[in-house]
């Protein structure tokens, strides 16, 4: 089993910029992937961001590629996600997820989910 446990949501004006952060525990040695989805208000739940966790390999949703980025600290197992450039279509609760499998953008490559943490943007 894996907990992931995310921090650093809350609210900001647009153009603002958050740090999210997600540290991982228990069997995290087998770890290929983690990375972020969202879901905002009556949206479905969306990627985000992923980042292969030997490699450092990055990947970005359309919508947020050159405003976010994803990376790790392996002495921690912490991944994090900054966000800049903020939009207040990018308000949504943020899940951290982790894969011992593949990487893809799809919500059931992934094995593990974060409790969710809420950004919320202001126009």
């Known amino acids: 089993q894996v907990q992931l446990v995310e921090s650093g949501g809350g609210w900001v004006q647009s153009g603002g910029s958050l740090q999210l952060s997600c540290a991982a525990s228990?069997?995290?040695?087998?770890?290929?992937?983690m990375g972020w989805f969202r879901q905002g208000p009556e949206k479905e739940r969306e990627f985000v961001a992923l980042?292969?966790?030997?490699?450092?390999?990055?990947y970005y949703a359309h919508s947020v590629e050159g405003r976010f980025i994803i990376d790790k600290d392996n002495a921690k197992n912490t991944v994090y996600l900054q966000m800049n450039d903020l939009k207040p279509e990018d308000t949504a609760v943020y899940y951290c997820?982790?894969?011992?499998?593949?990487?893809?953008?799809?919500?059931?490559?992934?094995?593990?989910w974060g409790q969710g943490t809420q950004v919320t943007v202001s126009s």
């Open positions: 228990g069997r995290t040695a087998s770890t290929y992937a």
């Open positions: 980042i292969i966790w030997n490699e450092g390999t990055r």
């Open positions: 997820t982790q894969t011992n499998r593949r990487a893809g953008t799809r919500a059931d490559d992934y094995d593990y």
